[in-house]
């Protein structure tokens, strides 16, 4: 389905569980996952219902989130049940790796197509200052799993000014696994933390290996990684002599990509996101619907996901000023208050371990 700008969307994110077992300092800063208790999980009969209506709108490709989604207590079965739904045409799933080596087979058995791996460091200790847990080599275990398993894995770098560019660069190649660098939104405490992609990943990656060839998406001849499939996202990716993997960078400030958005998201409070950039939600299914049969309730699930599609805007917001939201408070005296916040207010105060980054 096209939205109003003429974007074919035919990709989501769905956070099937919004805990962690990690408390990065620019997701998840608050240690609210102890003993990592979920807020918000959902069934694999609810994730089901929401990829069944979304392909009959032609989204065709699926990426479960968190939260950190091999906490949810049936993520394998999860896998195995969207794959035999008509029309998906990938299933893929973004995790920090901690649990990844007791899944991997059980992943690969449910037909998984890849899995990225988020990974800012590869310094025991530097991990464990970002993620506030010393559990580098569980997550070392984990990415080692899955290529054994022959899962595609590509590993996600949040950019910070102390990211070590080459040492992860390194360390993807001798995994044989391409590299995408991921520029930090201004969202929660990411807001603070940013740096530029392209200079910071670009001009270091230079210093070492030389001037490198900037690869068009379109013509998968050009990739030298090893296989051909698409990538479904925003990524633009370079070749390095010397390099036998990708290297990608995710530029959302700096390589605005809103004209060629795909996604939408689903929350794992079972609320549809437009977009991440955009504090606005809405209802997936209200919770005072009552349904007589499944055909009933995929047809209402399918009406919100197209009005979220048509309610998908032009662009991001993110540090945008000249965009207000309007927050209505009851106080104690039963008074209603009203008052305008900016847009770059409104993203600060989000935290992005809840809304399926």
């Known amino acids: ?48 219902c929401i990829v069944r209506a979304a392909t009959r709108l ?40 901690v649990l990844l080596a007791q899944h991997a087979k059980q992943l690969k058995e449910a037909g998984i197509d890849s899995i990225n791996v988020s990974l800012d460091t590869i310094d025991a200790s530097e991990y464990e200052r970002i993620t506030k847990k ?18 595609r894995v590509k590993i996600n770098v949040v950019l910070t000014p102390q990211t070590d560019v080459v040492a992860l660069t390194r360390y993807a190649s001798k995994k044989g696994t391409d590299i995408r660098f991921i520029e930090m939104m201004p969202v929660g405490e990411g807001h603070t933390n940013g740096v530029e992609p392209y200079e910071k990943v670009i001009g270091a990656l230079l210093e070492v290996y030389g001037t490198p060839c900037h690869i068009d998406t379109e013509n998968r001849e050009e990739i030298n990684s090893g296989y051909n499939n ?20 995710i530029q959302a400030i700096h ?41 009933e309730k995929d047809f209402v699930i399918v009406q919100a996901l197209k009005a979220a599609i048509k309610a998908k805007p032009g662009c991001h917001n993110f540090n945008d000023n000249a965009v207000t939201y309007t927050k209505t408070t009851e106080t104690k005296t039963v008074e209603i208050k009203t ?12 935290n992005m371990s809840r809304i399926g980054g």
């Open 255 to 295: 390589g605005k990509f809103c004209d060629t958005c795909n996604r939408i998201r689903v929350t794992a409070d079972g609320r549809l996101m437009p977009c991440l950039g955009s504090s606005v939600t809405m209802d997936l299914v209200p919770d005072s619907c009552e349904f007589t049969d499944d055909l």
């Open 1 to 48: 389905m096209r939205d109003r700008f003429g974007r074919e969307i035919d990709y989501m994110r769905i956070s099937v569980i919004d805990s962690c077992n990690l408390n990065c300092y620019y997701c998840n800063p608050q240690d609210n996952n102890k003993n990592c208790q979920a807020i918000n999980t959902l069934s694999v009969k609810k994730v089901l």
């Open 58 to 97: 032609g989204i065709t490709h699926f990426r479960l989130t968190g939260g950190e989604p091999l906490l949810h207590p049936q993520i394998d079965e999860m896998v195995s049940q969207i794959k035999k739904i008509s029309g998906v045409s990938s299933v893929s799933l973004t995790t920090n790796a």
């Open 134 to 151: 010393p559990l580098l080599e569980e997550v070392e275990h984990g990415i080692d799993a899955a290529i054994e398993c022959g899962i």
């Open 339 to 350: 008052t305008e916040l900016k847009a770059a207010e409104v993203n600060a105060a989000r």
């Open 230 to 249: 698409a990538d479904n996202g925003p990524a633009e990716y370079y070749i390095f002599h010397g390099l036998d993997i990708r290297v990608g960078l």
